[in-house]
Nanobody, 126 residues
Framework: DVQLVESGGGSVQTGGSLRLSCQVSGYLYGGNCLGWFRQAPGKEREGVASIHAYTGMTAYAESVKGRFTISKDNAKNTLYLQMNSLKPEDTAMYYC????????????????????WGQGTQVTVS
């Protein structure tokens, strides 16, 4: 079974930084798409960033470009999201997920194209 466990969330002041981690087990990296999503109360889940497990191609939501960086460490089977210059509007539950290669849409990430999800880690910016 594929399991994803997020960590690294917490409360931070505006302008601060956090580094989220997603530890993956029961899965061997291949040509899949790895992504980060976030969801605030009463809001739809939105795509934040993605990285192709094989090519390393990345894509970001316009709202986080220049502030967030997605990366992976295949040896540790871990996905990361470095978040800098955090804003109150970044407050949300953050989820990591795995989808098929085609899920790494450079124009927009669709939650429906990702099959495996973590439990989420809360990020609060004030």
């Amino acid at each position: 079974d594929v399991q994803l466990v997020e960590s690294g969330g917490g409360s931070v002041q505006t302008g601060g930084s956090l580094r989220l981690s997603c530890q993956v087990s029961g899965y061997l990296y291949g040509g899949n798409c790895l992504g980060w999503f976030r969801q605030a109360p009463g809001k739809e889940r939105e795509g934040v960033a993605s990285i192709h497990a094989y090519t390393g191609m990345t894509a970001y939501a316009e709202s986080v470009k220049g502030r967030f960086t997605i990366s992976k460490d295949n040896a540790k089977n871990t996905l990361y999201l470095q978040m800098n210059s955090l804003k109150p509007e970044d407050t949300a539950m953050y989820y990591c997920a795995i989808g098929l290669p085609g899920a790494c849409n450079p124009r927009a990430l669709s939650a429906g194209t990702f099959n495996d999800w973590g439990q989420g880690t809360q990020v609060t910016v004030s």
